[in-house]
């Protein structure tokens, strides 16, 4: 049973790092949804377990590659939750070329630029799964989509979109592939509702999401073929970034159905 000084644990625990990750095409995928969604998308290389969760989930573990039994003390070590469930798959990353992820005519994508908290990133990859969306790309300096926190916050939908690390350059590419780029903006001239009561958002659309902090970089915001805002009815100054790619991610979802 591997401990946290076996060799494989102090090579798998190093994948918390990005550079490591970076370097290795690895990364870490906590807990049982997780492990079951990368297992299904066929990038599970080891799945380590406690005793108890192999047993609770031998369902999975058959399905493993190749199964590693670990100590409590070692998946202490690998998972950065404080209430483990104890299963941590070691995975290939799955990101695809923006070039193969375009091939496919995608009519919905998410892109999120230069947006730095891994915990949003994550859920709105989860969002634009659950809307249909074929595609998220992370663009520019943005969080690294292997980051723990954002394979967590994403609940499995890591694994069913095509990921795709791009430039901010990507926009017209994106445009040269028949989709129109909207840019949300809490100061944009459009609103998502007049542009749904329009049927603009029946078109094959890629959504723009800026940092919760600072928003859109202005390059990407002159680029986009319109500025958009979710409309407050209230008196909410605003909506948080996940909230708000919600809005518009289901807007163009219903739009497009």
Same mark, same amino acid.
């Given at each position: 049973?591997?401990?946290?000084?076996?060799?494989?644990?102090?090579? &798998?625990?190093?994948?918390?790092?990005?550079?490591?990750?970076?370097?290795?095409?690895?990364?870490?995928?906590?807990?049982?949804?997780?492990?079951?969604?990368?297992?299904?998308?066929?990038?599970?290389?080891?799945?380590?377990?406690?005793?108890?969760?192999?047993?609770?989930?031998? *369902?999975?573990?058959?399905?493993?590659?190749?199964?590693?039994?670990?100590?409590?003390?070692?998946?202490?070590?690998?998972?950065?939750?404080?209430?483990?469930?104890?299963?941590?798959?070691?995975?290939?990353?799955?990101?695809?070329?923006?070039?193969?992820?375009? $091939?496919?005519?995608?009519?919905?994508?998410?892109?999120?630029?230069?947006?730095? *908290?891994?915990?949003?990133?994550?859920?709105?990859?989860?969002?634009?799964?659950?809307?249909?969306?074929?595609?998220? #790309?992370? &663009?520019?300096? $943005?969080?690294?989509?292997?980051?723990?926190?954002?394979?967590?916050?994403?609940?499995?939908?890591?694994?069913?979109?095509?990921?795709?690390?791009?430039?901010?350059?990507?926009?017209?590419?994106?445009?040269?592939?028949?989709?129109?780029?909207? $840019?949300?903006?809490?100061?944009?001239?459009?609103?998502?509702?007049?542009?749904?009561?329009?049927?603009?958002?029946?078109?094959?659309?890629?959504?723009?999401?800026?940092?919760? &902090?600072?928003?859109?970089?202005?390059?990407?915001?002159?680029?986009?073929?319109?500025?958009?805002?979710?409309? #407050?009815?209230?008196?909410?100054?605003?909506?948080?970034?996940? $909230?708000?790619?919600?809005?518009?991610?289901?807007?163009?979802?219903?739009?497009?159905?």
């Amino acid at each position: 049973m591997f401990t946290p000084r076996t060799p494989r644990i102090v090579a &798998a625990r190093r994948l918390q790092r990005r550079k490591d990750r970076d370097q290795s095409g690895r990364f870490l995928a906590e807990g049982p949804q997780a492990v079951r969604e990368a297992l299904a998308a066929g990038a599970v290389l080891e799945l380590f377990g406690t005793g108890a969760a192999l047993d609770r989930y031998a *369902d999975l573990a058959t399905q493993a590659p190749e199964v590693s039994p670990i100590t409590d003390d070692a998946l202490a070590a690998l998972a950065e939750t404080v209430h483990p469930q104890g299963l941590v798959a070691l995975c290939e990353q799955i990101d695809v070329p923006l070039g193969d992820a375009l $091939a496919k005519s995608p009519r919905l994508v998410a892109v999120v630029a230069e947006i730095r *908290d891994p915990g949003n990133a994550g859920t709105v990859l989860r969002t634009a799964d659950a809307a249909g969306a074929s595609a998220v #790309i992370f &663009a520019g300096d $943005a969080v690294d989509p292997y980051n723990g926190k954002c394979v967590r916050a994403s609940a499995g939908s890591l694994f069913h979109v095509d990921v795709v690390r791009a430039s901010l350059s990507v926009l017209d590419l994106l445009r040269d592939n028949g989709l129109q780029v909207l $840019a949300t903006s809490g100061t944009g001239e459009d609103d998502v509702d007049s542009l749904l009561d329009g049927g603009l958002l029946a078109e094959p659309t890629a959504w723009l999401f800026g940092s919760e &902090a600072h928003g859109l970089p202005s390059s990407a915001l002159e680029a986009a073929d319109r500025r958009v805002r979710v409309p #407050i009815y209230g008196g909410a100054e605003s909506l948080n970034l996940a $909230a708000a790619a919600a809005v518009c991610l289901y807007a163009s979802a219903r739009a497009q159905r």
